[in-house]
């Protein structure tokens, strides 16, 4: 497995930005994709974001056009910038390597990190 650890998060007024990162260990890091999930107090841990080795990047529909998904291989790091904030974006937010087939579902990812927590006010 590969470690990740998130950083980045904090409390951040409506219509402001953030921006996370994910740093990893390991050397396999390069060959697999990449993703940000989320979890709101009393909610399901939800997909926010997945990245390819390739570069093709993929979003849920509710951070479409607001946040963006990135990766330096060469840092080995996954990052998530995050745009146009809403409350509604209050989450801890984790990454986690992709292991299975489908990058929409947390059961295919592994390695989760510990979590940074997100704080949006209205």
């Known amino acids: 497995q590969v470690q990740l650890v998130e950083s980045g998060g904090g409390l951040v007024q409506a219509g402001g930005s953030l921006r996370l990162s994910c740093a990893a260990s390991g050397r396999t890091f390069n060959n697999y994709a990449m993703g940000w999930f989320r979890q709101a107090p009393g909610k399901e841990r939800e997909f926010v974001a997945a990245?390819?080795?390739?570069?093709?990047?993929y979003y849920a529909d509710s951070v479409k056009g607001r946040f963006t998904i990135s990766r330096d291989n060469a840092k080995i790091t996954v990052y998530l910038q995050m745009n146009s904030l809403k409350p509604e974006d209050t989450a801890v937010y984790y990454c986690?390597?992709?292991?299975?087939?489908?990058?929409?579902?947390?059961?295919?990812?592994?390695?989760w990190g510990p979590g940074t927590r997100v704080t949006v006010s209205s």
């Open positions: 986690a390597r992709r292991i299975g087939s489908y990058l929409y579902t947390q059961e295919n990812y592994d390695s």
């Open positions: 990245i390819r080795s390739s570069g093709s990047t």
